[in-house]
């Protein structure tokens, strides 16, 4: 309808060329449409918006969006349910990191084969409209399924930023299913325009869930929370609330599924680089990430303690091996985070702390590439291990979390120890490649983390349903 409405009154002019004028698009068409429905001279939807006529109608208008205008998304809709209800039944697809890289490559186009591509921009557009045709299908079913579970998820949904990522996915949804059938270079570029501002706006999603699970804690030491009782047991009480813990886990590892998915293929539009497919390097060096990652830490553990360890780095220093830069990165950051506050607040008496060692070992026959970390920090009680990897556990301080005023997902403005979700999201992140991290700790001495990477990509995305 809008754009048929657009063409109207504007049969010269392109229709929009980002998601924010389309929205001021919607809200205008759906401000005049209310007084003069004739505008259109269609009271449907036309069937050429639908990918074939054996396929089901997405029964849904671009102006029903502005009914979720509002900044958070309390009950949904009627007509979202109904969508949200079809798409949730629909089967995911799993990728792995080989599919992606082989998908970049051109490898699974049509009646070709690696050695017969070229690098020509026939063959580049077919990628791209390959990958997002799948995209265009793909992630309305694994929005479908989280707004779902956003929506069930009892205690937790109450909370105003949780609220507030439904809408943002409620949003999402609809307008991936009002995007057409993508066949040509036009179209992909309007695919990608869209989607990239949606990525931005998703960029911080996961701060926004760690304010819900900030405010569910801070509703449970006020009382505020029937079958919480106030006692000195309740924060533990609390701690156990599996339900909440397993749908964050769910939702935090479906979440990196699909910003590995949009990134990757937003990466493919890029220009290209060296030794990249997307973001995928293929030649990633984990010792000149892990230097990266020490020197980010060592900069935020002198912020907060003036004082920060060394890290030595010792074992296959010139490895290499297919992972995306930026998710190992992240992984590497929060676990030398962890370290370098620990040794800080352990030995605050000493002018020179001891080092934060960081072991690579690899060898041709090994299954895995495994980094270690040691620390010195004086280590977890053995009571409070299993509380670390839950993302309702933080051992920051509740001003801290109140006064943390980043934005995005990894904003460099988080404090060293933040809002509770830092090891759990590098697990989750971890696994979602088919490794696993782990730790070790001897209490009254240090802690020894270890982060399996699997080296040959082959295992597909633990899907969450």
């Known amino acids: 309808l809008l754009c048929s409405y657009w063409q109207r009154i504007h049969p010269e002019t392109p229709l929009f060329r980002s998601f924010s004028s389309f929205n001021m698009l919607a809200r205008f068409a759906f401000e005049n449409l209310k007084r003069r429905p004739s505008l259109l001279g269609v009271r449907r939807r036309p069937r050429s918006l639908f990918d074939n006529a054996q396929q089901q109608p997405r029964h849904l208008s671009s102006l029903r969006q502005s009914e979720t205008d509002n900044e958070a998304c309390d009950e949904l809709p009627s007509y979202v349910a109904e969508l949200v209800k079809e798409y949730a039944s629909m089967d995911q697809t799993p990728f792995s990191l080989q599919m992606l890289m082989r998908s970049g490559r051109g490898e699974y186009l049509s009646h070709q084969t690696p050695t017969s591509l070229t690098a020509d921009l026939a063959t580049d557009e077919q990628i791209l409209i390959q990958v997002a045709s799948l995209l265009r299908e793909e992630i309305p079913i694994r929005l479908a399924y989280r707004i779902q579970d956003l929506d069930q998820i009892p205690i937790l949904r109450d909370m105003e930023a949780v609220q507030r990522v439904k809408k943002i996915y409620i949003d999402s949804l609809l307008a991936l299913l009002n995007i057409p059938s993508i066949s040509s270079k036009r179209e992909e570029e309007n695919f990608a325009f869209i989607l990239e501002d949606l990525y931005a706006k998703h960029s911080g999603v996961l701060v926004q869930m760690a304010r819900g699970a900030y405010q569910l804690r801070a509703a449970v030491r006020k009382g505020e929370i029937k079958g919480i009782l106030e006692n000195e047991d309740s924060e533990l009480e609390f701690e156990r609330m599996h339900l909440c813990h397993n749908f964050l886990d769910r939702f935090y590892t479906s979440r990196i599924g699909i910003r590995v998915l949009a990134g990757q293929y937003l990466a493919l539009r890029g220009e290209a680089t060296s030794n990249y497919i997307g973001m995928i390097h293929l030649n990633t060096s984990p010792s000149a990430i892990v230097r990266k990652a020490a020197d980010d830490a060592r900069m935020m553990c002198i912020r907060q303690y003036d004082n920060a360890p060394r890290v030595d780095i010792i074992g296959q220093l010139d490895l290499t091996f297919p992972y995306i830069p930026t998710y190992l990165h992240y992984i590497l950051l929060e676990l030398l985070k962890n370290a370098m506050r620990a040794t800080a607040e352990r030995h605050s008496d000493r002018g020179l702390l001891p080092p934060v060692t960081v072991v690579i070992a ?82 009254g001495y240090g802690t020894d983390a270890f982060i399996h990477l699997k080296r040959l990509g082959d295992s597909k995305e633990p899907l969450p349903v």
């Open 362 to 443: 690899d060898g041709k026959d090994n299954e895995d590439v495994v980094i270690k970390i040691m620390d010195e920090g004086g280590g977890i009680p053995r009571s409070q291990v299993n509380k670390i990897w839950s993302y309702l556990f933080t051992t920051a301080d509740a001003a801290v979390q109140d006064g943390f005023i980043g934005e995005l997902d990894h904003d460099d403005k988080a404090p060293i120890a933040g809002l509770g979700y830092g090891l759990p999201i590098s697990r989750s992140y971890v696994r979602y490649f088919g490794g696993e991290l782990d730790l070790m700790s001897m209490e």
